[in-house]
T-cell receptor, first 114, second 117 residues
Framework: ETGVTQTPRHLVMGMTNKKSLKCEQH?????MYWYKQSAKKPLELMFV???????ENNSVPSRFSPECPNSSHLFLHLHTLQPEDSALYLC?????????????FGPGTRLTVL | AQTVTQSQPEMSVQEAETVTLSCTYD???????LFWYKQPPSRQMILVIR??????QNATENRFSVNFQKAAKSFSLKISDSQLGDTAMYFC??????????????FGQGTILTVHP
């Protein structure tokens, strides 16, 4: 595997389910990000981790819970989601997590909440 | 807080022609970066071009160039000799410079570009 990978690519879940999204970067980067991409809306930054510490929680509801066990892996744990949470969730990584660095994106997980 | 606005939801261009995508932004920061990212259909988003605000010279990457107007807070992308593979959604993005930024990008709404044969 190269670059940034995400699993699963598609996920359908009920409002009472608990599921997790996984992201892995194979680039040796120190910063990782979760974004939400909804139709006809700008990408929304959700969480930022730099050197495995969370440095940004962009007013995201607590039903989304991130986890970064090491610099290569990032998870997004989901529970009791709402239909409006249906979106494409993108993971990204960058070399040093500082301003101006290029971010490398994964293919995304298409989430549908019924 | 920063805002980024892309006023063209969709654009189309004939193959081999030139097209310009618009982006305006608002910020009180003096040093920052601007980006154009490309998201092809069902494929991963990739960086097209990056501009540092303190550099007066417009960035260029092969067929892609920007027109950076700092005073007007405008950052347009010009694609020359358009190719079918340029069909994608294009996002303009803003990032504050400096180590405490952590790369927290602010994105515009995106412009869907279709290149016709």
């Amino acid at each position: 595997e190269t670059g940034v990978t995400q699993t699963p690519r598609h996920l359908v879940m009920g409002m009472t389910n608990k599921k997790s999204l996984k992201c892995e970067q194979h680039l040796g980067h120190n910063a990782m990000y979760w974004y939400k991409q909804s139709a006809k809306k700008p990408l929304e930054l959700m969480f930022v981790y730099s050197l495995e510490e969370r440095v940004e929680n962009n007013s995201v509801p607590s039903r989304f819970s991130p986890e970064c066990p090491n610099s290569s892996h990032l998870f997004l744990h989901l529970h009791t989601l709402q239909p409006e949470d249906s979106a494409l969730y993108l993971c990204a990584s960058s070399q040093e997590g500082r301003g101006g660095g290029e971010q490398f994106f994964g293919p995304g997980t298409r989430l549908t909440v019924l | 807080a920063q805002t980024v606005t892309q006023s063209q939801p969709e654009m189309s261009v004939q193959e081999a022609e030139t097209v310009t995508l618009s982006c305006t932004y608002d910020t009180s920061e003096s040093n920052y970066y601007l980006f154009w990212y490309k998201q092809p259909p069902s494929r991963q988003m990739i960086l097209v071009i990056r501009q540092e605000a303190y550099k007066q010279q417009n960035a260029t990457e092969n067929r892609f160039s920007v027109n950076f107007q700092k005073a007007a807070k405008s950052f347009s992308l010009k694609i020359s000799d358009s190719q079918l593979g340029d069909t994608a959604m294009y996002f303009c993005a803003f990032d504050v410079a400096g180590g405490t930024s952590y790369g927290k990008l602010t994105f515009g709404q995106g412009t869907i570009l279709t290149v016709h044969p």
